[in-house]
């Protein structure tokens, strides 16, 4: 079944009920993990997901509540597997990506870039794309958020997923997103307090109307946010009058366009 699951929904700041950014896509026939933030693991085992075959890890950019699992990942498949894996892993991220692994090999051990099996390190550059096995074309868009940040979305046959990473205001990113099944984006604070890197609920319901994705999933929301207000209303008053969703742990959805 083509579906995403959501692993990890939350912020940098911690919260209990809830790991930072990790989202895992079985499309295709193929596993990707995009981003693996603070809890992903145990959030990938708590789930009952196959880390141990992954297919693909996608990085969107280097900030801890994006990448903060990495290490305990690699670790994990160097020590944490009944049997030794052979397949390899492909990682994709933007520029510096390898760059990034090599310090991760500095400060954690050679294991980084020799977990007992092939790595493969590719950088994707803005508005590049790559055919994978499996009949996947991934495609990246950059972001306003840092200077490497990348949104993707993953396509195959009728079957479609994109996430925003974190991401600015944009005029791009919507019909970048056009037609995806379900189109994951950031929604971090309200519209009177959200800087130039990050999105609101206006902001989200512009680009969610250049998209018209089937379901939007709203994460990476703070928890001041939640609290607060119905994130999903307060879109849905912006102007956007397609099926929302506010993204929990487990949370598991169709990539197949209805």
Known sequence: MDELIVVGCGTVVPEADRGASSYYVHLGGRSTLFDCGPGAVQGLARLGLPWATLDQLVITHFHADHVG???????????????????????????????????????FGDYIHDPGFPIEIDEVDADGERLLAGGLRLRA??????????????????????????????????????GCAAFVCECSLHDHEVSD??????????????????????????????????????????????????????LAVSLTRG
């Open 69 to 107: 699992a990495l290490p305990g990942l690699l670790f994990a498949f160097t020590h944490g597997l009944p049997e030794p894996r052979t397949t390899p892993l492909h990682i994709i991220g933007p520029e510096g990506t390898v760059e990034f692994f090599a310090n991760l090999a500095r400060a």
């Open 197 to 250: 890197n990050h999105l609101s609920p206006s902001r989200v319901a512009e680009i969610a109307g250049a998209a018209r994705p089937d379901e939007l999933i709203l994460t990476h929301v703070y928890p001041h946010l939640r609290k607060d207000a119905d994130v999903a209303g307060l879109v849905r008053a912006a102007g956007y009058a397609g099926r929302i969703q506010v993204a929990a742990e487990g």
């Open 141 to 178: 868009h950059k972001t306003p958020h840092t200077a490497e940040s990348l949104a993707y979305r993953l396509d195959a046959g009728q079957a479609s997923f994109g996430y925003s990473g974190d991401s600015g205001p944009t005029k791009s990113l919507g019909p970048f997103m056009t």
